[in-house]
């Protein structure tokens, strides 16, 4: 064993916590406590699908993505949720708040997971772990698993062995033991699509891909066969990098229409919507991008992505609908659609993007710069907190059942 | 028809005509070359239907014979064909012989071609230009307008009228201008001995490739323009191009006239300076550099290219007038007005961050580059 290598062995925690949505209601109302409860969207629309669940409701046989007539079924006591996303980005809020004492090396990676390199925390792993829960479970009342492992994919998948309140290390040397015997769908980074690719060459099993031929891997999923035969190995060197969260390349949004559809009306309705929604996580991260890619999903659930890449950065919700409408209406087959969405890709913060002025237009752009001026003027002498950048409102009047994370970006300076 | 030609000229005239012939065009027969064969020379015509060039090759010039044998007559060749067989051909003396079925032979030293042509009658008739209103121009001196800004026009067809060089005569000033909205370029020359005044926009393409075919050795380029056409002949060429319909925008007043900081520098340092500079600004579309000049005069151009590095330098000026600066733009639209403009010092006038900026040649008020700047958050 290369037990005397250069760098220390890293300890790495992959907290995720348990039924999160859930959980917190539960935390917010203790009477639902014990009973089956599920979150869902809107109940009236067949996008009316289960988001989360309690353990509860889990053991009658609801899972996430069920509609809710088929959860009802299964369990009539359910107890039907509408999400509540201000309650779930406080909760979450706190936690990576909770984390942060443990070490400054904490990286969210959704509301409701994160990576800690606890390397350098002089304590024993299991007993901080258990102290870590514990604290979770009576400061914010919610329950989480925590895996143990020498790096990233290790202690992710020792976090989804025990559920809930779990505490699970998983070596290297467990891993023949552990791991191998399993399919390999249930690795993480392996979906539908790559355990599709992967059985075409004879690897159902983690052990399998362990011991895959890395040509042969390479030709079926390019660099990522190589990458993921290392992980079945548990070989990932991916650091805990805090500041992750703000790399950004992308930023979409997508919505399933309540019923298929060929109505160009509700068509672009979705889209102005789905732009006004990418435009405003543009603002939210002070950003702007450069290619728009439509996704558009048929009724048999045929999927086609388009996009196109633009001369200029843009950011406006009609820019954004504009182009992607475009693209839409030059690539709709014109069979039903099931799903929409738009994504902008090519991302970058606006302090890095410089934008060409336009002789014919550049006026105008001198007024806005003018104020910008003024008000950076006045920030230095009277201070930051002379202009308040207006926000959107946090209300979530619309129901969606998706979540972002782009509130994690300053969870830290709060 | 036929004629017996020296292979020089030939070849000459072909190469200035073949710059009409597209080989996808609308009309089939507008991919071969016309020959017109008369006693006193042969006339090739090559067209695209936007631009159409007529090249003369007289039976005699200089005393020198360059077309003997002839038998008038027309015909149309396969333009691709016809130039590249001419350019191989062995000896220097070429025999063009028509039958009355349009088969072509051509003949040089042993070397026999035999190709089908097409019947000169089929050919589009070239438009007329109709007019006595003409003037003349020195040739080197429409080349150098016509370098001097055409590389400001505009690719995008999103708006046509500015892929032109916007062309005005006005108080016996001839005056060029092209934009692609995010640069400008202009040059003026007086023009003697007309009352013509008139402004049109000629397509960047057809300047582009009257510039190529233009011979220095020539002395005077005739001028004519008509509602929707522009001619341009010399003693053996005529070079006729379709206008650009729509109105030009206005852009005199989008130039500033006063300014805040001038800077007076050598155009071949400032060249060199922002080359270095865009060496490490390139991950970016335009490549934008800085340019920052603080009150004691200090001047710098800087790059910054996210994970590769910067790049700073001291800008070794002739002199500096005026505020402090902190400008972005790009290097490239930078170092194209800088190579245009054609002059050894020159200077430059800031009126703002976010305003257009022009260099001039020092002297020199013929001559306008503008560019506007980039604007970063």
Redesign the interface.
């Given at each position: 064993m290369t037990k005397h290598t250069t760098h220390k062995a890293r300890v790495i925690f992959h907290i995720d916590m348990n039924c999160f949505y859930a959980s917190v209601e539960v935390a917010h109302n203790e009477a639902l406590k014990g009973r089956a409860l599920a979150i869902a969207g809107n109940p009236e629309e067949r996008k009316g699908i289960i988001v989360t669940s309690s353990y509860e409701a889990r053991a009658k046989g609801v899972k996430t993505t069920m509609p809710l007539w088929e959860a009802r079924k299964l369990c009539p006591e359910l107890i039907v949720l509408r999400p509540n996303f201000d309650r779930y980005r406080q909760a979450s809020k706190q936690l990576f708040k909770l984390l942060t004492n443990v070490t400054p090396l904490v990286e969210p990676v959704s509301i409701d997971e994160g990576y800690l390199d606890v390397t350098d925390v002089t304590a024993d792993p299991v007993a901080l772990a258990e102290a870590l829960q514990k604290k979770v479970l009576h400061t914010l009342n919610l329950p989480c698993s925590i895996g143990i492992g020498p790096n990233k994919f290790l202690a992710k998948m020792a976090s989804d062995m025990k559920k809930p309140l779990g505490i699970t290390i998983l070596r290297k040397r467990d891993l023949p033991v552990t791991l191998w015997p399993q399919p390999v769908n249930i690795m993480y980074g392996v979906g539908d699509k790559t355990a599709e690719k992967l059985q075409s060459i004879g690897v159902t099993t983690i052990g399998e891909l362990a011991k895959a031929d890395v040509y042969a891997l390479k030709q079926v999923l390019g660099i990522n066969g190589e990458r993921l035969k290392n992980r079945a190995n548990g070989i990932d060197s991916r650091m805990v990098d805090p500041d992750a969260v703000h790399d950004f390349k992308s930023i979409g949004s997508s919505q399933t229409l309540s019923h298929d559809t060929t109505d160009e009306k509700e068509i672009i309705a979705l889209m102005t919507q789905l732009s006004e929604n990418v435009s405003r996580r543009l603002k939210r991260k002070q950003a702007a991008g450069r290619t728009v890619q439509v996704m558009i999903r048929y009724s048999d659930r045929q999927t086609v992505t388009r996009s196109r890449k633009l001369?200029a950065y843009i950011e406006s919700p009609n820019d954004i609908k504009h182009i992607a409408c475009d693209l839409f209406f030059q690539h709709w087959n014109s069979e039903p659609v099931r799903l929409i969405g738009i994504t902008m890709q090519d991302v970058s913060e606006?302090?890095?993007?410089?934008?060409?002025?336009?002789?014919?237009t550049?006026k105008k752009?001198?007024q806005k710069?003018k104020l910008q001026s003024v008000v950076t003027d006045l920030s230095k002498k009277f201070g930051p907190d002379t202009f308040k950048q207006v926000k959107e409102s946090n209300q979530d009047n619309d129901i969606r059942t998706s979540f972002q994370k782009d509130f994690l970006d300053d969870f830290k300076h709060e | 028809m036929k004629f017996t030609i020296q292979r020089d000229p030939l070849i000459a005239s072909i190469q200035d005509v073949a710059k009409a012939i597209s080989p996808r065009t609308a009309i089939p027969i507008l991919t071969g070359m016309k020959l017109d064969v008369r006693q006193h020379g042969v006339t090739l015509t090559g067209s695209d239907s936007d631009i159409s060039i007529e090249s003369f090759i007289p039976a005699e010039e200089n005393g020198i014979v360059q077309v003997e044998n002839i038998e008038e007559g027309s015909i149309v060749i396969q333009s691709k064909y016809f130039t590249e067989i001419v350019r191989k051909l062995p000896e220097q003396t070429v025999e063009i012989d028509v039958d009355d079925s349009l088969k072509v032979t051509i003949r040089s030293g042993k070397a026999v071609f035999n190709l089908n042509g097409q019947d000169a009658s089929e050919y589009p008739q070239l438009p007329k230009v109709e007019t006595d209103d003409s003037f003349s121009v020195d040739t080197t001196l429409l080349k150098h307008l016509i370098k001097q800004t055409v590389f400001a026009v505009s690719t995008m067809e999103t708006r046509p009228i500015l892929t032109g060089i916007k062309c005005q005569m006005a108080n016996n000033v001839l005056n060029f201008t092209a934009t692609d909205s995010y640069r400008l370029a202009s040059r003026e020359i007086p023009v003697d001995h007309t009352s013509l005044e008139f402004t049109c926009v000629v397509p960047g393409k057809s300047m582009n490739e009257l510039h190529k075919i233009l011979d220095d050795s020539e002395e005077n380029v005739e001028i004519s323009i008509t509602k929707n056409q522009i001619l341009f002949r010399t003693k053996h060429l005529s070079f006729l191009s379709r206008l650009l319909e729509g109105n030009y925008p206005e852009t005199s007043r989008l130039i500033p006239d006063d300014s805040k900081t001038v800077i007076h520098a050598k155009t071949k340092q400032l060249i060199q300076t922002v080359d270095r500079a865009s060496l490490l600004a390139r991950t970016n579309d335009n490549s934008v550099v800085k340019l920052v000049a603080d009150q004691d005069g200090f001047i710098e151009i800087s790059g910054y290219s996210q994970d590769i590095g910067e790049v700073s330098e001291e800008v070794q000026v002739s002199g500096i007038d005026g505020e402090s600066l902190n400008i972005s733009f790009s290097s490239a639209y930078m170092l194209e007005a800088l190579k245009a403009i054609d002059a050894e010092d020159i200077k430059i006038e800031f009126t703002g961050a976010m305003r257009p900026f022009i260099i001039r040649p020092e002297n020199d008020q013929s001559v306008l580059q503008l560019i506007v700047p980039v604007r970063t958050f």
């Open positions: 001369q606006k302090t890095a993007i410089a934008y060409q002025l336009d002789l014919f550049y752009e001198e710069a | -």
